[in-house]
């Protein structure tokens, strides 16, 4: 019989991360996954998970399901892959995070809050103000944007420039990386980097014109 102290005590709008450990945690997508040891997902250690459904006791222990923070996209076949909001994981490997209020910045006006992780996510209306509530949040930033559960009970993403707390920002790269991957999105900013090669280009073509006429255009003078 597994330990019946497993089981987890949740109060409302709890958030879950998995415990530190090198290894990560696996994760499952149905029951019967569990029973057959059928992994969908690895979380890394010390990473945010999300918050909590219910749990049931299995022969292999206690485990929980959650609603994910941040959706993981699995591979189903050569060519088929899903995305899966809820997943399974045993109650050993989470605890609760600590979680900060976040309000925003004074002098901001009209910031975004998102579905998501990037400003390719839909916006949630109405924009919030300076001195706004954005909500609670352990700090966990993913792709520069940090999430937050309201009181309400509502998740969404707001970038961490305008937010400010009594706690600190928690930019891990574990989480960030397998985030990246879990999604398949690429988190590079293409338009800035597009604009740096643009202004590189641009300067090594005013520097050679400037040389050129440097070399040039004094002795014609001169031979007149």
């Known amino acids: ?13 709890d958030v879950f991360r998995t415990k530190a450990v090198t290894t990560g945690w696996n994760a499952y997508q149905t029951q019967a996954d569990i029973a057959a040891g059928k992994v969908a997902y690895s979380f890394p250690g010390n990473a945010q998970v999300g918050r909590f459904v219910r749990d049931v006791q299995t022969a292999k222990g206690w485990y929980s399901l959650m609603e994910l923070t941040m959706p993981v996209t699995v591979s189903t076949g050569v060519l088929s892959k899903v995305t899966l909001t809820h997943l399974w994981i045993q109650n050993v490997g ?4 600590t979680l900060t209020m976040y309000t925003i910045t004074k002098g901001s006006t009209n ?12 916006k949630i209306n109405p924009p919030l103000q300076g001195g706004q509530t954005a909500g609670k949040s352990d700090g966990t930033v993913i792709n520069g944007f940090v999430p937050l559960y309201t009181e309400e009970g509502r998740l969404q993403w707001v970038s961490k420039t305008y937010l400010t707390s009594a706690g600190q920002f928690e930019q891990s790269t574990v989480d960030s990386l397998a985030n990246n991957l879990q999604t398949g999105t690429s988190f590079l900013d293409w338009p800035l980097l597009l604009k740096s090669i643009g202004f590189g280009i641009l300067a ?12 040039h255009f004094p002795k014609k003078r001169r031979a007149l």
Do not use: F
């Open 1 to 13: 019989m597994a330990d019946q102290s497993a089981q987890i005590a949740v109060q409302p709008n």
């Open 94 to 97: 989470l605890e609760k995070a």
């Open 111 to 122: 910031v975004n809050r998102r579905i998501g992780p990037g400003t390719e996510y839909a």
């Open 204 to 215: 090594v073509g005013l520097g050679w014109g400037i040389g050129y006429l440097v070399d």
